[in-house]
């Protein structure tokens, strides 16, 4: 059972700016930085930001991150229909282990 | 380009060992750590534990017990080790690459889906 936390679902029209929030505690989110991964159904995730809001090189500029105290956010703007994917956050915790988040559903409506 | 091709049977009787091979292409096992993460169907994903050169590794507490993660130089691989399996170890697994500096996963593997049945 994962300890960050995040909404089951997000939904919006094309053009819409949705955002997901991924919740954690001093141990983790509060402690380190945060990443986000998208993935595409039946492929693998894909790194979409990481150190909290950089993003790799082609990722488009519609994917922002960030964080403060023991939350962090993902925002997309100008959603689009290829955005429709799950959503995970990740940290590592005071014993440099690995956390996921329990995941988003991004719906374009 | 950076490259992660995986492989291994995907199909296991409960107490069996599972055994996942990552041949890494285009990068060296330096300046890296390289991890196995597992997702179960319909669910999130599960970081199982990582290795760097040197040998160094490091597992998620609840599978320690049974994992071993381990580089192979001379073949440019990464093998994942799972003992006793059931079948809460079904799932797809990944192989990942975490950049120091990044700490993010920022190759993966295409995955290999492990189902535990008897």
């Known amino acids: 059972q994962s300890v960050l936390t995040q909404p089951p679902s997000a939904s919006g029209t094309p053009g819409q700016r949705v955002t997901i929030s991924c919740s954690g505690s001093?141990?983790?989110?509060?402690?380190?930085?945060v990443d986000w991964y998208q993935q595409l159904p039946g492929t693998a995730p894909k790194l979409l930001i990481y150190n909290n809001n950089q993003r790799p090189s082609g990722v488009p500029d519609r994917f922002s991150g960030s964080k403060s105290g023991t939350s962090a956010s993902l925002a997309i703007s100008g959603l689009q229909s290829e955005d429709e994917a799950d959503y995970y956050c990740a940290a590592w915790d005071d014993r440099l282990n690995g956390l996921f988040g329990t995941g988003t559903k991004v719906t374009v409506l | 380009q950076v490259q992660l091709q995986q492989w291994g049977a995907g199909l296991l009787q409960p107490s069996e060992t599972l055994s996942l091979t990552c041949a890494v292409y285009?990068?060296?096992?330096?300046?890296?750590?390289w991890s196995w993460i597992r997702q179960p169907p319909g669910e999130g994903l599960e970081w199982i534990g990582e290795a760097k050169h040197g040998g160094a590794t490091k597992y998620t507490p609840s599978l320690e017990s049974r994992v071993i993660i381990s580089l192979d130089t001379s073949k440019n691989q990464v093998s994942l080790k799972l003992t006793s399996v059931s079948a809460a170890d079904t799932a797809v697994y990944y192989c990942?690459?975490?950049?120091?500096?990044?700490?993010?996963?920022?190759?993966w593997g295409q995955g290999t889906m492990v189902t535990v049945s008897s």
């Open positions: 285009g990068a060296s096992f330096r300046g890296s750590y």
């Open positions: 990942a690459r975490l950049t120091w500096g990044w700490d993010a996963f920022d190759v």
């Open positions: 001093s141990s983790n989110v509060g402690r380190n930085t």
